[in-house]
């Protein structure tokens, strides 16, 4: 094996309004043939503007100096025009984003083509020969259909497919996967990190997996670089680093990833008793449709049913997870639940109350029992209001009389619930981190004193540390004001952990329901079975164990 | 097929549309105080009645409404009051030629130069050139075309004696510039503008950086990736500046004497002459309306994810 990337004392720096920011510090790393290298950190550990400065991607604030080498060829201060020689072409690389990281205004064989018209001398027929066939290798049906389709016809994986099926056209040696797999569903990361590695066997590369996901280091690397706030805390093979790490930074990170992982052997005490308990929500055959707009004049009606005739009930004191892959109407039926979407069909009954009997008033005396923690802390918070403004609302619109000494009273004492001081109340939501908001919606949430509360994917967006906060303080505002919570996620680890029940929903269906560690342990459909399988799990020698199961059942 | 759908169901669309325009411009006209024939030297009586009957001004309003439109709907626009011997849709066809000679000289040259300056802003993004760029747009935006005009007389034309100050000598080269370049300034900046802002948003782009990242030259990127998303807006924003140079037409062919529609329009309001004035008002309507339908289909052929939602 020799070297195919060599990293010496690489920095990166940007340049902010007078002040310089080290993102990148002293970095040195190497990269052989035919080896995955996985960085991984939490965000700002610097991960991605390290590849970035070695793609010469930088944005225009940001300079990178010391030696990253190539195939022998120094690509650090390379001009534009010699590096365009080398990217694209012997490094390729895929982003975190494929909706966007697709041109939305040209058609998936333009863009391909480009590359090859580029890099190579091919003819215009030799080129769309080549599109399809790595079309075809990357997985996808009728590639010449794609080719002059475009990307947003597309589901996430697909479009990941596609940029996968670019980065290959030019035969690169090396591969730079940026986050390929966090906007995408368990079971898709899955095939597309599979992909990935087949790929890699096939085409001969090496690769640098970027993830803050140890799961999917664990399922895919060789080697290992850790980093945190710009400098590497510890490098080393994927078997030293997950079996005996050195640094405590790896160690808090492989800590705090398996508190909250599915392979977990400790079972989690529920806290269910056997008694009869109200029932707070009770959906009976609930089914919600959406008309989408005709294709042609007399084609038939578009009809999409996001909910498909749901029969489900949430009892008075627990902690109903809803979980399913993206698209299964997880978050309608929630909307739903919230008066928020009409019933197309069927019936739910909230507090025992029948949602499509009641009028204005009544709902909103539903709706002050009822509240609800969104899954974007920053867009589901005024950027206008300071979150003093924000805790009172609900206070203004549900209990208009109250006086102004005891509106300052709830409103600290709400914000202190939430582990956040009254320090906090002058200040804007973009004055805060992603946690801290969190930690305001949330509070927002409890301002009327609901008894029912529903997190819709409210801890999806967080960093892992943030995530682990902030499902402590629900478990622990949940056991001191004895709520119930729906809690939605297509995080199956979260939602072991802290629900009592689970729904697996599936295409607007119920897949199977019943007590989580029974749905964990036992599940009994074989789609309840894959979707926990698709998890990767923080331990390389059991990942490898799933990756031959799944090659061989294939 | 779709696009086709589109274009019928806007041109039906159009018509309550139109309806209102004419409803309400009638009412305005005739709500306005005085009459097409007061003259400083009062007309007989009975002369004044028998011009009254004879062009229906009797009657209710809500009557000579109907009447109107019926009449428009037969493609009459009716006679003028004013230039006796002469139709309005005589007048209206000796005028337009004018009008869009000016009103098509001026929007190519905002379009041109606007969306060439404020590309070149954007690539150049925080320079000194940006700014000087989007200083002088904030100008030609903000000074109003009555303003502009007798400023760029001043200069030109009393101060260098380089180009004539008013006139329409046929059409000449020379008596256009001014006119046409008053006209187009303000509409130039704003698209500078415009297209300097969705430039820097698409060049920022995932995508952008995609092409990048496949080692596409900077020219490439350009042409085959940024040109079309980055002139969405520039594309959206024709169908408001027809309107604005139309209405900026009317003060422009005043000031520099052209014989344009405009300045029909204006002698129209001032004299009471009705059918002139309502006839420029439904002309122009149409005209607005077509525009706005011509961009919103070219849309449609430029952004696919529209053409797939029509």
């Known amino acids: 094996m020799t070297e195919l990337l060599l990293a010496e004392k690489l920095n990166v720096n940007f340049r902010s309004r007078g002040e310089t920011i080290h993102a990148v510090k002293d970095l040195s790393f190497n990269l052989r043939d035919d080896e995955v290298l996985g960085i991984v950190g939490e965000s700002g550990s610097g991960k991605s503007q390290t590849v970035l400065s070695i793609m010469g991607l930088l944005e225009s604030n940001g300079a990178a100096s010391g030696s990253a080498t190539f195939a022998n060829k120094e690509l650090i201060g390379l001009s534009p025009s010699e590096l365009n020689k080398i990217r694209g072409n012997e490094i390729a690389m895929i982003f975190q984003d494929p909706m966007s990281s697709l041109n939305p205004y040209i058609t998936i064989g333009k863009q391909m083509s480009g590359v090859l018209k580029r890099h190579t001398k091919m003819t215009n027929k030799e080129i769309k020969q080549k599109c399809i066939e790595m079309l075809h290798a990357v997985g996808i049906n009728k590639p010449e259909e794609r080719l002059g389709g475009y990307s947003f016809e597309l589901s996430g994986g697909m479009r990941q497919r596609v940029m996968i099926a670019s980065a290959l056209l030019t035969n690169p040696k090396l591969l730079i996967a940026d986050e390929p797999t966090t906007a995408l569903d368990v079971t898709v990361q899955e095939k597309i990190l599979d992909l990935i590695l087949d790929v890699k066997d096939r085409f001969k590369m090496s690769v640098i997996m970027i993830t803050h996901d140890l799961g999917v280091v664990a399922r895919t690397c060789d080697q290992v670089l850790v980093m945190k706030n710009g400098e590497l805390q510890e490098s080393g093979d994927i078997e030293s680093i997950f079996y005996s790490p050195k640094a405590d930074y790896t160690k808090e990170l492989l800590k705090k990833s398996k508190e909250i992982n599915l392979d977990d052997q400790q079972k989690y005490t529920q806290t269910q008793d056997a008694s009869i308990k109200n029932c707070l929500v009770r959906s009976t055959k609930a089914k919600v449709c959406f008309f989408l707009p005709k294709k042609t004049l007399f084609a038939e009606e578009n009809v999409l049913t996001a909910v498909n005739e749901i029969s489900m009930e949430t009892l008075d004191g627990e902690v109903l997870g809803i979980v399913g892959e993206s698209g299964s109407g997880k978050s309608t039926l929630a909307k739903t639940i919230l008066g928020l979407q009409k019933l197309t069909s069927g019936q739910i009954e909230v507090f025992g109350e029948r949602l499509s009997e009641v009028n204005k008033k009544e709902l909103k005396e539903i709706r002050k029992k009822m509240q609800v923690v969104f899954q974007d802390p920053f867009s589901s918070l005024n950027p206008r209001m300071t979150v003093f403004e924000i805790l009172k609302e609900p206070l203004d619109s549900f209990f208009p009389s109250m006086t102004k000494e005891s509106v300052q009273k709830d409103i600290e004492g709400g914000l202190t619930e939430v582990g956040l001081t009254p320090e906090y109340l002058g200040r804007y939501p973009h004055e805060l981190s992603g946690g801290q908001c969190q930690r305001v919606a949330i509070a927002r949430a409890l301002m009327p004193k609901p008894q029912l509360l529903i997190c819709d994917e409210a801890v999806s967006a967080l960093d892992a540390s943030i995530r682990g906060e902030i499902i402590e303080l629900l478990l622990k505002i949940k056991s001191e004001k004895k709520l119930t919570m729906i809690f939605i996620a297509h995080d199956l680890a979260v939602v072991r952990k802290i629900c009592d029940r689970v729904i697996v929903m599936q295409s607007g269906k119920v897949v199977e329901q019943g007590p989580t560690e029974k749905v964990f342990f036992e599940p009994e459909k074989e789609y309840t079975a894959n979707l926990l399988s698709a998890v990767p799990t923080p331990d390389p020698k059991k990942e490898k164990e799933k990756h031959i199961k799944r090659t061989q059942t294939q | ?310």
């Open chain 2, 1 to 310: 097929m779709s696009n086709f759908r589109f274009v019928i169901g806007r041109f039906l669309g159009a018509i309550p549309t139109l309806l209102i325009l004419i409803c309400l411009a009638f009412l305005l006209v005739k709500s306005a105080p005085g009459g097409p024939f007061d003259f400083e030297r009062s007309l007989p009586e009975e002369v004044e009645a028998n011009l009254r009957a004879a062009y229906n001004l009797d009657d209710p309003v809500y009557l000579q409404l109907f009447k109107y439109i019926g009449d428009l709907m037969q493609g009459d626009f009716g006679p003028s009051f004013q230039y006796r011997d002469y139709t309005v849709t005589e007048l209206i066809s000796t005028g337009f030629p004018v009008s869009l000679r000016l009103g098509v000289a001026a929007i190519l040259l905002a379009l041109i130069f606007g969306s060439l300056i404020g590309s070149i802003a954007a690539l150049n993004q925080n320079s000194k050139l940006d700014y000087g760029v989007m200083f002088f747009g904030m100008i030609g935006i903000s000074i109003p075309n009555f303003v502009m005009a007798p400023l760029l007389v001043l200069f030109f034309s009393i101060g260098l004696r380089a180009l004539p100050a008013g006139g329409y000598n046929g059409g000449d080269f020379y008596h256009m510039i001014l006119p046409v370049v008053s006209l187009a300034l303000p509409q130039m900046a704003y698209i500078a503008r415009l297209t300097r802002g969705s430039m820097i948003e698409v060049l920022s782009s995932n995508f952008v950086r995609t092409a990048k990242a496949q080692g596409l030259p900077v020219r490439t990127i350009l042409l085959a990736h940024v040109l079309k998303p980055a002139f969405l807006p520039v594309v959206s924003y024709l169908g408001p500046a027809t309107a604005a140079i139309i209405t900026g037409s009317v003060v422009v062919e005043q000031i520099f004497g052209l014989p344009g529609l405009g300045r029909y329009f204006v002698q129209g309001a001032l004299n009471r002459d009705y059918t002139l004035v309502m006839g420029v008002v439904v002309f122009y309507g149409c005209l607005i309306i077509l525009f706005n339908l011509i961009v919103d289909t070219l849309y449609g052929f430029i952004d696919p994810k529209i053409k797939q939602n029509r």
